[in-house]
Structures are given as structure tokens and as C-alpha cells.
T-cell receptor, first 113, second 114 residues
């Protein structure tokens, strides 16, 4: 079946540094990738939608200069959290769209210290 | 934009009992309604979905019903087992296919007591 590989699965970084999260579709082409953030005991909140080769569309309240999304190919999308702060600590998860539905990555647990 | 409300936030049942989780949505253009099960620290897993041209769908112990007029849909789990314990999310999507975003409900923590 369709697989989306997300890396890293967890990361700890210092305040002020940047962290890049990658999502790769292994056996299909993902023209659209969704990025979600999930705080403990909360729902998945959509951050942005990215389409291959174009700029991402950010949801209201999500800072595009802080959460940089690149979708340069049909199999790779990246989310970079710039100048991370403790309040950015969360579970980040990508979801690739396919004709038959959505395939989620395994998620990245980000802890900013 | 779409808003999806989900109730209850927590649900505790005895093994073998049924569990029902309800969601309402606001966007009348929504036409696809999946349900996901998420275990702690894991990715959401699709358990069942329904499209707006169908009123009910069943898969073994799991069923989903949709009332388009009232804009609500429900997940029904029968003969619950301890392994059904997890967080369940409903979601809604506008027409246009999977390039459109999913909006998730607030989640229900289901605990099945042995």
C-alpha cells in the first residue's frame, strides 16, 4: 500500500535553532501534501497545504515565515520550523493526498528546550 | 470555513457494549466524512468513511451514519473490545477530491473497560 515516510520521528533542539522535517511518498506521487500540528490531547490542526511546484497555502494564524514549506518534487515535501521556541514543541504530521484518499506520515515529535 | 464539532470528548464503556460518537459540520459543501483511530504517538488510521450520497455504511463492528439535512454523522462501534481503546477523530472535506483539505473534529478518547 501507499506509504509516506516522515523523518525524523523525534527531535530535540535548542531555542532559536531551525528544524527540518521531511515527508516522502515512497510508492506514489503526492501532488498535494498537508501539514498538521497536534498538541497533547488535542486534535490535528491544519497548518498549510502544499502543492508540488507552487507556494504553500497557510491556514489563518500560521506564520508562513516561521513554518517554511517546500514541495519541490512529487515525492518530497519539507517543513522547516525556523527560530524554534518552546511553544513550538508539538507533534507534526504530514498527509499526502491520493486519488483514493489520504496517507499520513508517522509524525515528528518536536521538543524545543 | 468548515468547522467540525465532536462529542463526547471522553467515553468509557464496558467490554461488549456499544459506543457512539457524534460529529456535526458546518459547510454544506462537504461531501466526504472519514473516521480515524489514533493511538498515542502514532499516525491516524482510517477506520471507515462515508460519502454524501450514502446514508449509512458498515464494516463488521463499525458503522457510520450520515444525516445531510442536519449536517451530522456518527460512528457506531458494537461489541467493543479493549483494543478499541484509542482516540477517535471525525473529519470532513469539501467536494473536489483528495486535493482538498480534511478538517478534523476535536477527538473522543474511548476507553473500553475489560
Amino acid at each position: 500500500g501507499a506509504v509516506v515516510s516522515q523523518h525524523p520521528s523525534w527531535v530535540i533542539c535548542k531555542s532559536g535553532t531551525s528544524v527540518k522535517i521531511e515527508c516522502r511518498s515512497l510508492d506514489f506521487q503526492a501532488t498535494t501534501m498537508f501539514w498538521y500540528r497536534q498538541f497533547p490531547k488535542q486534535s490535528l490542526m491544519l497548518m498549510a497545504t502544499s502543492n508540488e511546484g507552487s507556494k504553500a497555502t497557510y491556514e489563518q494564524g500560521v506564520e508562513k515565515d516561521k513554518f517554511l514549506i517546500n514541495h519541490a518534487s512529487l515525492t518530497l515535501s519539507t517543513l522547516t520550523v525556523t527560530s524554534a521556541h518552546p511553544e513550538d514543541s508539538s507533534f507534526y504530521i504530514c498527509s499526502a493526498s491520493r486519488e483514493t484518499g489520504y496517507t499520513f506520515g508517522s509524525g515528528t515529535r518536536l521538543t524545543v528546550v | 470555513g468548515e468547522n467540525v464539532e465532536q462529542h463526547p470528548s471522553t467515553l468509557s464503556v464496558q467490554e461488549g457494549d456499544s459506543a457512539v460518537i457524534k460529529c456535526t459540520y458546518s459547510d454544506s459543501a462537504s461531501n466526504y466524512f472519514p473516521w480515524y483511530k489514533q493511538e498515542l504517538g502514532k499516525r491516524p488510521q482510517l477506520i471507515i468513511d462515508i460519502r454524501s450520497n450514502v446514508g449509512e455504511k458498515k464494516d463488521q463492528r463499525i458503522a457510520v451514519t450520515l444525516n445531510k439535512t442536519a449536517k451530522h454523522f456518527s460512528l457506531h462501534i458494537t461489541e467493543t473490545q479493549p483494543e478499541d481503546s484509542a482516540v477517535y477523530f471525525c473529519a470532513a472535506r469539501r467536494g473536489g477530491g483528495a486535493t482538498n483539505k480534511l478538517i478534523f473534529g476535536t477527538g473522543t478518547l474511548l476507553a473500553v473497560q475489560p
